[in-house]
């Protein structure tokens, strides 16, 4: 199975701070690789797909870049609801798997 | 609306059995591949299980094969998640997702429901 390793695991930053996450992949898994966003007691919600194209409807101050096995998860301006858990998850291969979870807080 | 709703979960003991429904509304539910994911109390998440358009391709996680089973039914619009011979550590929400790009990119999800496997 393809190991999926975000960092760092929790976070805390500031209103209008850029916001960086990272995402490992255990071996190369091309640009097939999604972001995802879970705010408490919700269910998560597509982000940005094939590493980098964001999904409609999601602010333009989320980005994602990438390729091969290291991917990162960028907001440029952190907004108050961005306060959620950001997943990455790889479909390269099945299992399709899922990185831990970053927990993003506001300061 | 594209609106996807689980039911069926619930408190059931180990070795049990529970079936999973999932009823999708305002999509073309058989033009999508369909899947299961999971979340344990306080975990990350879980792919389960995913299902081709017209049913004909299903693939499971290593910790389900063999005791769940998913399915369709494309003219209810519903999707469907046997799950037999319980263990503890299958509690979490359910999750039923519609997937895009070759069963790869969970793209609408459900509230989802709640299994708890206890004695």
């Known amino acids: 199975d393809i190991q999926m390793t975000q960092s760092p695991s929790s976070l805390s930053a500031s209103v209008g701070d850029r916001v960086t996450i990272t995402c490992q992949a255990s071996q190369d898994i091309g640009y097939y690789l999604n972001w995802y966003q879970q705010k408490p007691g919700k269910a998560p919600k597509l982000l940005i797909y094939d590493a980098s194209t964001l999904e409609i409807g999601v602010p333009s101050r989320f980005s994602g870049s990438g390729s091969g096995t290291d991917f990162t998860l960028t907001i440029s301006s952190l907004q108050p609801e961005d306060i959620a858990t950001y997943y990455c998850q790889q479909y390269d291969n099945l299992p399709r798997t899922f990185g831990q979870g970053a927990k993003l807080e506001i300061k | 609306e594209e609106k996807l709703v689980e039911s069926g979960g619930n408190l059931v003991q180990p070795g049990g059995s529970l079936r999973l429904s999932c009823a999708a509304s305002g999509i073309i539910f058989i033009d999508y591949w369909m899947s299961w994911v999971r979340q344990a109390p306080g975990k990350g998440l879980e792919w389960v299980a995913n299902?081709?358009?017209?049913?004909?391709?299903?693939y499971y996680v290593d910790s389900v094969k063999g005791r769940f089973i998913i399915s369709r039914d494309n003219a209810e619009k519903s999707l469907f998640l046997q799950m037999n011979s319980l263990k503890v550590e299958d509690t979490a929400v359910y999750y039923c997702?519609?997937?895009?790009?070759?069963?790869?990119?969970?793209?609408?999800w459900g509230q989802g429901t709640m299994v708890i496997v206890s004695s």
């Open positions: 997702v519609r997937v895009r790009n070759r069963g790869g990119v969970f793209d609408l």
């Open positions: 299902i081709k358009q017209d049913g004909s391709g299903k």
